[in-house]
């Protein structure tokens, strides 16, 4: 089956750093979500990306679609104590009653 | 406005015994939708229903696994007879359609630890 896989697993950083994960397909996505999941927590929903090439910001996280919607990367700029999370994208199939297939997910840490 | 709401929130279980899980999705929201997350994974799609209907169960374990959203009542996840590897946090999403631009909203989990 189709897998999406995420680049890095883990991430630690300081304060003030940049971060960013990346999301691979071995197949065209018809579209790609990213969610955030606090340690402990639920996955919850960041943003959906459905053009080729499309970018998106909201604050300090940019989010960015491959041309070839075979990709997408979360930017985040100056991360702060509460980036900390894992962050997934996944693929919404729209043919399949919208059900989603995750990533791996990377997990970030932010020191003080 | 309540989210998706999940109980319990932790479950311990022996082996063997029964666990059940429920879901009640976010008012308006008639499809439901069960995700598994082992630890230190991803989310791994399990089953899709609407109301009184299977729609997609794929993701389902063959054998002691069941899922059913009644007419009326919540969304109940159903694990026979289980097993140390059925250990995992079980999430319920809803939303109240397919339509490509409907995220799906998550309920806090069911933490299920088989002993």
């Known amino acids: 089956g189709q897998q999406v896989m995420q680049i890095p697993q883990y991430q630690h950083v300081q304060e003030g750093e940049d971060f960013t994960t990346y999301c691979n397909s071995s197949t065209t996505l018809s579209n790609i979500q990213w969610y955030k999941q606090r340690p402990g927590g639920h996955p919850v929903f960041l943003i959906q990306?459905?053009?080729?090439?499309e970018v998106k910001k909201q604050k300090r996280l940019t989010f960015q679609f491959g041309e070839a919607k075979k990709n997408s990367s979360l930017h985040i700029t100056a991360t702060q104590t509460t980036d900390v999370g894992t962050y997934f994208c996944a693929e919404s199939l729209t043919g399949g009653g919208n059900k989603l297939t995750f990533g791996t997910g990377t997990q970030l840490k932010v020191e003080l | 406005n309540a989210g998706v709401m999940q109980n319990p929130r932790h479950l311990v279980r022996r082996r063997g015994q029964e666990a059940r899980l429920r879901c009640s999705p976010m008012?308006?929201?008639?499809?439901v939708y069960w995700y598994r997350q082992l630890p230190e994974e991803g989310l791994k799609f399990m089953v899709y229903l609407q109301k009184e209907n299977i729609i997609d169960e794929s993701g389902m374990p063959k054998e002691r696994f069941s899922a059913e959203f009644p007419k009326e009542g919540p969304s109940i996840l159903r694990i026979q007879q289980v097993v140390r590897g059925d250990s995992a946090a079980y999430f319920c999403?809803?939303?109240?359609?397919?339509?490509?631009?409907?995220?799906?909203?998550f309920g806090d989990g069911t933490r299920l630890s088989i002993l």
């Open positions: 999403a809803s939303s109240p359609g397919t339509a490509s631009n409907q995220p799906q909203h």
């Open positions: 990306l459905v053009k080729s090439g």
């Open positions: 008012k308006g929201h008639s499809h």
